[in-house]
């Protein structure tokens, strides 16, 4: 199993870029997939992008070409780097892992490993 823990949640401007970490401890070799989720008030959570043991990374549509997912220390910290942030960007953003290989990245309730989340604001 891991544990998970984000930080770097802040408040920017439409445009501004933000870079968000998650320490991964415990085993984090053992999960195939580990991903960032946003959850807006009001809305679903919602797949942002992911890494698999692979080595492929997945997008959200919403994200892609702004937004990139990295890894490094062995796994045991998982990045996303945002750019060109949006108002709609806003949401608390979560770091999550599962081992289950099969199915949609982006399928949360897959996912058995979360962290607190972090808050992100981009004001217009």
């Known amino acids: 199993q891991v544990r998970l823990v984000e930080s770097g949640g802040d408040s920017v401007q439409s445009g501004g870029s933000l870079r968000l970490s998650c320490a991964v401890s415990?085993?984090?070799?053992?999960?195939?997939?580990t991903a960032w989720f946003r959850q807006a008030p009001g809305k679903l959570r919602e797949g942002v992008a992911a890494l698999d043991s692979d080595g492929y990374t997945h997008y959200a549509d919403s994200v892609k070409g702004r937004f990139t997912i990295s890894q490094a220390n062995a796994k045991t910290t998982l990045y996303l780097q945002m750019n060109s942030l949006r108002p709609e960007d806003t949401a608390m953003y979560y770091c999550?892992?599962?081992?289950?290989?099969?199915?949609?990245?982006?399928?949360?309730?897959?996912?058995?490993?979360w962290g607190q989340g972090t808050q992100i604001t981009v004001s217009s």
């Open positions: 415990g085993d984090p070799h053992s999960m195939y997939y």
């Open positions: 999550a892992a599962r081992k289950l290989r099969i199915s949609s990245w982006s399928d949360y309730s897959l996912y058995n490993y």
